[in-house]
């Protein structure tokens, strides 16, 4: 039984006031992620459950057990710093099999759990070598394969694959995703990188300024974002906004002069100005004046697959849409486009979504 | 044509390259010799007799100006044994002390977030704009009133007080560059702090230590001043204040002043060639990269 349960946590430092009172309930074995911008307490978060920084008010609860003031030590958890945190003058052997050695663990089972855990990541054949001789990769394969070795109950990482170049970073993504799998442990990890939180978690919290966005899996963020903040953070090239006017019913609108536009949104009393958000991947290239809006291409970026094409609505950025390899688009082209309507997004002067008539179909 | 003139001009820069490297070593070259001059002259002259010394200072001991009088007097005359292992005693406990206390300082003050931090940090390092002999005289009854006066540990106390500052200083401005992470990995490895301390952070300092040992060790070793005051008694005197009995009023044993100071130059030898090599491992082993 490892739950891990926030009540109403908060941080401050002096007057700074760092997380403004989170809750959450992360399950056994859930892998969680929490995303956000730089600045926003991700860090000062995963710490406090760590227990390396002190809880100004409200509750930690892991296992059932109430943890303030219990040591990190004594938290049955292990973690895994961005900077790797080896020690230097140890050798790889003597770094994984320290925290035993120091509670005073028996020999043969030290070695069989270092071993066990170089066995996983692959360390074998770098035992014997002191951190100085390893490369990045290898290094925060250490440091994983010390967190490892002392059996914890959560894994706490934090940035863990920031210091990797981007082939690396893809590569230890899939091994910490395996790892999971294999160990089942609960995780939490810490990133600023949406893609990494996509791809690994079961669960994302997105944070913004010590508070929590919004909490859920990365379908439901993606499709059913509940406000501005979190549209524009998940999914990359990033949602393209509108400022729009409401039409009719209230669930059509008109940005730019356009012909309506439909969004398939529960309609309810707002203020505006509203916002209307578009993924890249969600908007059809036509013949001009075929679709709701027309433009110009300012750019088209060619990735061989796929190709963004940057549009000119009027606006001082750009509305990207992400289209085939093959488009034969050039800068200066005219182009229409045209919207589905269940995949439309409509925000209110608040930034807090519409909510949308169905749900995905890939979410329960 | 035109390779002829880059040939030329790369051969020129190349020269030029050449005599500036060249220039720089001269100037090294100079210094050192300008540096380590009076030194060779103290230790060739020590294996002179009196009239070899004033006659020709510069030149090399040989022949009849050889003599290891000086030598024999320093080892026989005087108990210089004993103010030789004084002074060392002194100058290693001080500097233990100096880097033991200052080490564990610098780490409280850039770790740990209390009150007065801000406070006890400038408090601790405001003795280097302050001469600790200003106080000599008030040392000098504190030490009376401790029954301190002619004790080793009377220089000890002074030295390590007088050294904490400037190690305090360094100490903690290298240890705020330390990584927090591997520090709090200890932590959650279940270290207490002072284990971490000594486990985890020490290691990571050691260089740092030997550059502050090297230049607290030679103002202990050299000083007269406290010795003096302190504890010129027979049994507590160093080697600088031994070397003195062979200054007379009227007349100086040079070749026993030479001999003793000759001798005295090998510990902190000794000493630097320990802690350098504690330096260069250090600067190696790049310890605090990511
Ligand atoms: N020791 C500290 N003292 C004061 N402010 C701090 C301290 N540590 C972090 N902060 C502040 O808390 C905020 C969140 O920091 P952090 O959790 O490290 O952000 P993240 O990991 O999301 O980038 C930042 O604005 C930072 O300036
Ligand atoms: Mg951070």
Redesign the interface.
């Known amino acids: 039984m490892s739950d891990l349960v926030l009540k109403d946590v908060r941080k401050s430092y002096g007057d700074a006031k760092v997380i403004h009172g989170v809750d959450l309930e992360i399950r056994d074995g859930e892998f969680v992620v929490f995303v956000g911008p730089s600045g926003c307490g991700k860090s000062t978060l995963l710490?406090m459950i760590?227990?390396?920084e002190s809880i100004t008010g409200g509750d930690v609860v892991i296992g059932g057990e109430q943890v303030n003031d219990i040591?990190?030590?004594?938290r049955g958890?292990?973690?895994v710093?961005?900077?790797?945190?080896?020690?230097?003058?140890k050798d790889v052997y003597g770094n994984m099999a320290?925290?035993l050695r120091?509670?005073g663990e028996d020999k043969a089972v030290i070695d069989e759990r270092v071993k066990k855990a170089a066995d996983i990541l692959g360390l074998d054949a770098l035992l014997k070598r002191?951190p100085?001789e390893l490369s990045g990769g290898q290094r925060q394969r250490v440091a994983i394969g010390r967190a490892i070795v002392?059996d914890p109950e959560i894994f706490l990482f934090d940035e863990p694959l920031s210091?990797l170049d981007a082939a690396l970073r893809v590569q230890m993504r899939v091994e910490i995703l395996r790892l999971h799998q294999r160990l089942k442990t609960t995780m939490i990890y810490v990133t600023h990188d949406q893609v990494e939180a996509m791809t690994l978690a079961d669960r994302i919290v997105v944070l913004r300024d010590g508070r929590i966005e919004q909490v859920g899996t990365p379908l439901e963020l993606y499709h059913h974002p509940k406000n501005h903040f979190v549209a524009g953070f998940i999914g990359s090239p990033k949602m393209n906004f509108l400022a729009c006017d409401r039409v009719g019913d209230g669930t059509q609108v008109t940005a730019h002069g356009s012909a309506p536009i439909t969004v398939l949104v529960k309609p309810r009393d707002a203020a505006g100005p509203f916002t209307l958000g578009v993924r890249p991947e969600h908007v059809d290239l036509v013949e001009p004046g075929q679709g709701q809006l027309d433009g110009t291409i300012l750019v088209a970026e060619r990735l061989g697959g796929e190709t963004f094409l940057h549009v000119d609505l009027g606006d001082s950025e750009p509305f990207v849409v992400k289209a085939d390899g093959n488009v034969r688009y050039v800068s200066g082209d005219p182009v229409g486009l045209s919207f589905p309507s269940d995949a439309l997004h409509l925000f209110d002067a608040n930034g807090d979504a519409f909510e949308h008539v169905e749900r995905h179909a890939l979410i329960a | 044509m035109t390779d002829m003139t880059s040939d030329s001009r790369a051969r020129s820069s190349r020269a030029k390259g050449l005599s500036t490297k060249f220039a720089v070593h001269a100037v090294l070259a100079g210094y050192t010799l300008i540096a380590i001059f009076p030194v060779i002259l103290v230790v060739l002259n020590s294996f002179k007799n009196r009239r070899g010394i004033f006659t020709d200072p510069l030149g090399i001991p040989a022949g009849e100006t050889f003599s290891m009088e000086g030598y024999a007097t320093v080892l026989t005359e005087g108990d210089f044994l004993t103010y030789f292992s004084n002074s060392l005693i002194v100058t290693v406990s001080s500097l233990f002390l100096i880097l033991l206390l200052g080490a564990m300082a610098a780490h409280a003050l850039a770790e740990y977030r209390f009150r007065l931090n801000t406070f006890i940090g400038i408090y601790l390092i405001l003795g280097i704009m302050v001469p600790i002999r200003l106080g000599t005289v008030a040392i000098l009854e504190l030490m009376v009133d401790l029954n301190l006066v002619n004790t080793l540990l009377a220089l000890i106390l002074v030295y390590t007080a007088s050294g904490l500052p400037v190690a305090v200083f360094i100490l903690t401005e290298f240890m705020r560059t330390l990584s927090r992470d591997i520090k709090d990995c200890a932590r959650v490895d279940g270290l207490s702090e002072y284990r971490i301390f000594f486990e985890v952070v020490v290691p990571l300092i050691r260089p740092v230590l030997a550059t502050v040992a090297v230049f607290s060790m030679i103002p202990i070793w050299n000083d007269l001043w406290f010795p003096l005051i302190l504890a010129s008694g027979d049994a507590t005197k160093t080697v600088t204040l031994g070397v003195q009995q062979f200054i007379g009023q009227y007349t100086v044993n040079w070749s026993a002043v030479l001999a003793s100071l000759s001798i005295a130059i090998l510990p902190v030898l000794g000493l630097y060639a320990l802690f350098s090599r504690q330096l260069i491992a250090g600067i190696t082993s790049g310890a605090v990269k990511g």
């Open positions: 710490r760590a227990g390396l040591a990190p030590a004594d958890i292990a973690m710093f961005q900077s790797y945190a080896l020690y230097p003058h320290f925290a120091h509670a002191k100085k002392r210091n």
